[in-house]
């Protein structure tokens, strides 16, 4: 198998784009990454996306976009692994040009939650859950979320005030991201007063509904520098599953899907979580970001949010996370999301991340976790030169 | 890049299973799949299924499959791309087990169409098509084969019977398949008093809405023999995509994505169409039958519905097609259409097809049509000793 690089990125801003149309964002993403790669063909196509079809009324996004972006003809498909979609098309394209089936691939998250014909958004998401278990009795996503963040409260001894370092400093990394949706500050006192949403979730611990695009151009990597003076090599590309529902797992508070798929990354890429210099997590709830730090082995088991407290999750600490917003900042276009963290650490390692940079970054990992953690995600990029 | 085998196979009956959930039926299917192989776990499953969000509010099947399966942990993904979704994931795992990334990959294809939750299914399947300019236009998917067919009629000089054969032969076959959802005769009388559905197209030009799961154990061709008896080896797979909307073609009577597709395959396999045993076609409706026999290459344009009409797509015929009931008798439960051809081709070339049997047969052929024709996916499997 051969090693494969990133060699071009593209992205819109994420935001509320009532006026834009899924496949024109598609396509404004697509674009860009291609031209970034200096490509003007591919081998395939994967679109990361997980609710078209409910929302907007249109699957079979593989062909549509290959079409509307000139590529009719082009082998193309839609990945979905709930807000893991995006990550799961990348890992697709990555298995197919490591093998050898495909020279180019460009992998396209995209996610349009605005202007919908479908059920309300709050119904939509809740298909990550488990439908039968979970959904039919009533509880919606973040409801899943609370009871998670409620019980990790209760079981460490955490005030709802503790998470509040999570929603700071995404805020404050997503003012230096034009892509970015919230270009704005949040203090720890305005977390404080942040509205409810469902007890103890409030407004600030929550990542926005929203539209966007993300692309990825893969090649391999002996050929990248053909393509781009700063290619991004694939060191780690794993994914861990575990059980919907969240009374079905092992452990709530343990992420198991997501120390799975990190602990596989971290073997192939021959590396351990020191050597991460920024870590692109799944933030969609403030407590996401606590357990996915505890997952990936950046902290034991309850100390996730102690990391954040301590300040240490800030571009100059020991572990920077959403170094350009996150999901709570740059916004959670579902299924565009895993694309999005992938560009942004892309970003990071060319040193091309503004007042966000993270000096001398080299090695940077995004994972992107679908439902409450039943998939997870995990690539781990290095700087080739 | 290594040869792919398939190893296994497993399947459900087809048919309104209204006391049966999606993931009941997938677990059947994979468990018989994995059972025929002998194998107990897998390092990747991937799903076909078109439509699980919308009619029964469930996304993330990959992650649930995995593990009701017993099979938590495991990389699971749902793969779609509208009624081609199952052979697109059967084509993802012949990549990752060709790439090296794999040794055994599950490809489960299920669908679950009675007893849904969301919008009708008529609204549903229009999402194959093209939301903005087709489906949003009033016309749904019947429709926009209908006006195909009526077209097909008036270029070429064909009346509505003319169409018979092909349900005539698809139920013929289907009474000798214990899992096709329809087990009783249809006759030309029949046929021609078909109850009126979308002028032309008739209840008997169109393939049912059912539930469904089939699955495919895939493995490196040098180890399959340890597996199975009679290992089939995958000759070609490929794909070809267009435009989604028929208006946005170039010729609304050539299914180039198809053509585009057959062609690859043929090219990967070394072989033409004179050297195809039988061919497992997309008969979602009658006139799919007609075109696609024109795309793969068994007859010239406008030539597809004479082939039928002088009795070579029968059992013993030049085209064997639908030898286990097709999508007309055996059932569509959409996403796992594809799955469900595959199967039919390898019970063929193991000479285990009753008595649908095609003598000698060891080259077959399956081609999964997504949409009116936006995506097309072709394998060419052949009996290895």
Redesign the interface.
């Given at each position: 198998?051969r090693d494969v690089a990133i060699i071009g990125v593209g992205q819109t801003k994420v935001g509320e784009h009532w006026d834009v149309?899924l496949?024109h964002l598609a396509l404004e993403a697509l674009q860009a990454g291609m031209a970034d790669a200096g490509v003007a063909r591919a081998d395939?196509i994967y679109v990361g996306n997980?609710?078209s079809?409910?929302l907007?009324?249109?699957?079979?996004?593989?062909?549509?976009i290959?079409?509307f972006a000139g590529l009719?003809?082009?082998?193309?498909?839609?990945?979905?692994?709930?807000c893991a979609s995006g990550a799961?098309a990348l890992?697709?394209g990555i298995?197919?040009v490591?093998?050898?089936?495909a020279n180019i691939v460009v992998v396209v998250g995209v996610e349009k939650m605005t202007d919908t014909l479908?059920?309300d958004t709050t119904?939509?998401l809740?298909?990550?859950?488990?439908?039968?278990y979970e959904?039919?009795q009533g509880v919606s996503f973040v409801a899943i979320n609370a009871l998670l963040m409620r019980r990790y409260m209760h079981e460490y001894g955490y005030s709802h005030q503790d998470f509040a370092p999570f929603a700071v400093n995404a805020h404050r990394n997503g003012m230096n991201n034009p892509f970015a949706m919230f270009q704005f500050p949040v203090t720890a006192e305005r977390f404080a007063r942040g509205k409810m949403i469902c007890d103890p979730i409030n407004l600030l611990d929550s990542s926005p509904i929203c539209d966007g695009a993300a692309a990825l151009v893969l090649a391999p990597a002996d050929a990248a520098s053909a393509f781009s003076a700063v290619p991004i090599r694939i060191a780690g590309s794993?994914?861990?599953?575990?059980?919907?529902a969240v009374h079905?797992r092992r452990d709530p508070l343990v992420l198991?899907?997501a120390v799975?798929s990190a602990r596989r990354a971290y073997e192939q890429a021959h590396i351990g979580p020191q050597d991460v210099d920024l870590f692109e997590l799944h933030d969609a709830f403030s407590i996401m970001a606590a357990l996915s730090l505890e997952a990936a082995g950046f902290a034991d088991k309850g100390q996730g949010l102690r990391l954040a407290l301590d300040g240490e999750i800030g571009i100059e600490g020991r572990v920077p996370v959403t170094t350009m917003g996150g999901l709570k900042a740059r916004g959670h276009p579902v299924g565009a999301t895993g694309v999005y963290q992938v560009v942004e650490v892309v970003q990071q390692l060319r040193g091309l991340a503004g007042a966000s940079q993270v000096l001398d970054a080299r090695v940077g990992m995004a994972q992107n976790i679908?439902?409450s953690g039943?998939?997870a995600i995990t690539h781990i990029l290095e700087r080739m030169e």
């Open positions: 198998m149309s496949r395939a997980m609710l079809g409910e907007i009324g249109q699957e079979h996004l593989g062909a549509l290959a079409d009719r003809g082009t082998e193309a498909f839609k990945i979905e692994a709930a799961a890992r697709m298995v197919a490591a093998g050898g089936m479908g059920p119904t939509a809740a298909m990550a859950a488990d439908g039968d959904a039919a794993a994914v861990g599953t575990d059980a919907l079905d198991d899907g799975l679908g439902g039943a998939t």
